[in-house]
């Protein structure tokens, strides 16, 4: 015996606490909550309103987004400065005296032998790290151009091109001609 649903009709002091709970800008759902309807039925009820009660929360959530990429922004900037720090720690080993162990023998016992620095393959390793953590770092806040930055790149270009003329020269000598031209 499933009858019909009986919905409750809405009443002006329902239309009411909805636009109060609305300018003291609860949402939806909240109001729906304080005044146990539906929140279909709180949407009803601001569409009702002229001109209709609007839920849009978009400056909101645009405001937390920001806040958010902000607050990622800092802490990869943090990190990235940690992971800097990290390597240039690592970088020192490459040349410090250092204590290498392993168990050896038949009986397997720890033998420790004292180095003025890290074997190869163990330089190989702490140069491996060094640039994970520099490519790291430099990818969580990549190395901006700064009022030297143009100088710096008509530099280069001025000498990659006196490295070109240069080449060109020699090829000419080689060759038999006169170099300038």
Same mark, same amino acid.
């Given at each position: ?10 009443? =002006?002091?329902? *239309? %009411?606490?909805? $636009? *109060?709970?609305? %300018? ?23 569409? !009702? ?5 609007? /839920?849009? *929360? ?7 987004? *920001?806040?958010?990429?902000? =607050? ?14 990290? %390597?240039? +720690?690592? $970088? ?10 392993? /168990?050896?023998? +038949? ?11 890290? +074997? /190869?393959?163990?330089? +190989?390793?702490?140069? %491996? ?9 430099? $990818?969580?806040?990549?190395? @901006? ?15 990659? @091109? ?7 020269? =020699? !090829?000419?000598?080689? =060759? ?6």
């Amino acid at each position: 015996m499933g009858g019909a649903r009986v919905t409750k009709p809405i009443t =002006d002091r329902d *239309r %009411a606490a909805v $636009r *109060r709970l609305h %300018a003291q800008g609860k949402a939806r759902n909240e109001i729906a909550r304080a005044i146990r309807r539906s929140p279909s039925t709180v949407s009803k009820i601001a569409g !009702q309103f002229d001109p209709p009660l609007s /839920f849009d *929360r978009a400056p909101q959530v645009e405001a937390a987004t *920001r806040a958010r990429t902000a =607050d990622l922004a800092a802490r990869r900037a943090t990190l990235a400065l940690a992971l800097q720090d990290d %390597a240039e +720690r690592l $970088r020192t080993q490459l040349w410090a005296p250092t204590v290498h162990g392993e /168990f050896a023998g +038949r009986e397997g016992e720890w033998h420790e032998t004292h180095l003025p620095q890290p +074997r /190869f393959g163990d330089q +190989r390793q702490i140069i %491996a790290s060094v640039q994970t953590a520099v490519g790291t770092s430099l $990818r969580l806040a990549p190395v @901006e151009g700064g009022e030297n930055a143009e100088q710096v790149r008509s530099m280069l270009g001025t000498l990659g @091109e006196a490295l070109t003329q240069a080449t060109n020269d =020699d !090829q000419a000598l080689d =060759d038999g001609g006169t170099a300038g031209g």
